[in-house]
């Protein structure tokens, strides 16, 4: 069982940024990667940002450069900061944890946090 808390979201003009933080708990020592996801009004939603327990990272092209993701605090938290923000990244985002149980084959499970509202105003 995980439980993601997110924050740090809110209202940013263009070319700001912002700062968002999502702290897991449960039984967090399951856990192999954690990241964000967004979407948007109408739209699917689409991953942002992921780092996996080995550091590796990975980003959408749309963010590339301007967003970082990064783990700390035991591996219990990921954060996004996010520079040079753009209108069209405006966004509910998700916080993402997944658990790897291994019972006869690997199993991966996705855990979710409620979501935070990112709006860039123009």
């Known amino acids: 069982q995980v439980q993601l808390v997110e924050s740090g979201g809110g209202l940013v003009q263009a070319g700001g940024s912002l700062r968002l933080s999502c702290v897991a708990s449960g039984d967090t020592f399951r856990i192999t990667a954690m990241g964000w996801y967004r979407q948007a009004p109408g739209q699917q939603r689409e991953l942002v940002a992921t780092?996996?327990?080995?550091?590796?990272?990975n980003y959408a092209d749309s963010v590339k450069g301007r967003f970082t993701v990064s783990r700390d605090n035991n591996e219990n938290t990921v954060s996004l900061q996010m520079n040079n923000l753009r209108p069209e990244d405006t966004a509910v985002y998700f916080c993402?944890?997944?658990?790897?149980?291994?019972?006869?084959?690997?199993?991966?499970?996705?855990?979710w946090g409620q979501g935070t509202q990112v709006t860039v105003s123009s």
């Open positions: 993402n944890a997944r658990t790897t149980l291994y019972v006869a084959a690997r199993r991966d499970y996705d855990h």
């Open positions: 780092v996996i327990k080995d550091g590796s990272t």
